[in-house]
């Protein structure tokens, strides 16, 4: 599927999971939900170790080789530690069910409060957090940190408000549900036209340039928008 150019300054082609955690891409949207609310539950630290990570994720078909080799994958530092959120936010996107039930899902997994309301730092965790997971599990490029920044502003602009009040669901979803940019993203992984009923239409999109004015990365080296964004080829999982 070949998509538009993103405010990012990249291109989305077509969904495509490392090899070894597609399992973890085969979730609806409520069973996401039930693994959240286990993890909630269960789960005393935001880090998962590998026997935690099988016992909580449960979609390895008994198979400890499998999960290992996946835990492997996304534990990109090798301190025998992964994210939790991290996984669970980029399970909530990949999974099947309507966008607007994902996107529900995603702001609740960071409102730590639980009061229906996430702070301008806890929406920058959330942004960051799922689009390194999905950098793991599908291969895209993390852009910038003010690239991040630049979108976590405009959501706080949308909403109107001040960057020390809360931002309600409500708000959540009147930013991306007409980002031109995110909307693009997310149609990466939209199944079904039923997924996105409802929801503003490409003509009702705003369109922000996020990448405007930055010429460094997050590693201080010179920033050049990629003209494609195209997610890895599968690859062999590490033995």
């Known amino acids: 599927r070949d998509c538009p150019s993103l405010g990012m300054g990249i291109q989305l082609t ?16 409520a069973r996401a939900r039930k693994l959240l609310e286990q993890y909630e539950a269960v789960c005393p630290t935001p880090a998962l170790w ?3 990570f099988f016992d909580l994720v449960d979609c390895w078909d008994d198979s400890p080789a499998a999960c290992a080799r996946a ?38 997994m960071f409102d730590n409060n639980k009061e229906g309301t996430i702070s301008f730092d806890d929406c920058t965790v959330m942004v960051s957090r799922t689009l390194t997971g999905l950098h793991k599990m599908v291969g895209n490029h993390m852009p910038p940190e003010p690239v991040i920044q630049n979108m976590i502003n405009q959501v706080w602009r949308v909403a109107r408000r001040h960057r020390a009040t809360r931002l309600p669901l409500k708000d959540w979803h ?13 149609g990466v992984f939209v199944y079904s ?34 003209p494609r964004f195209v997610p890895k080829a599968s690859t062999p999982t590490p033995a």
Do not use: H
């Open 174 to 186: 009147a930013w991306w549900s007409r980002d031109a940019t995110v909307r693009t993203v997310l």
């Open 14 to 29: 077509r969904l495509q999971v490392v090899k070894g955690l597609e399992p973890l891409s085969q979730f609806s949207t």
């Open 193 to 226: 036209p039923e997924e996105v009923s409802g929801l503003p239409t490409p003509d009702q999109f705003d369109d922000v340039n996020y990448a405007k004015g930055i010429t460094q990365d997050s590693a201080g080296k010179p920033f050049i928008a990629a």
């Open 50 to 52: 590998e026997r935690a």
């Open 71 to 108: 835990f492997k994958v996304l534990d990109s530092d090798n301190n025998g530690l992964i994210d939790a959120r991290e996984v669970l936010a980029s399970i909530c996107v990949l999974s099947r069910g309507n966008l607007m039930d994902r996107m529900t899902l995603l702001f609740e």
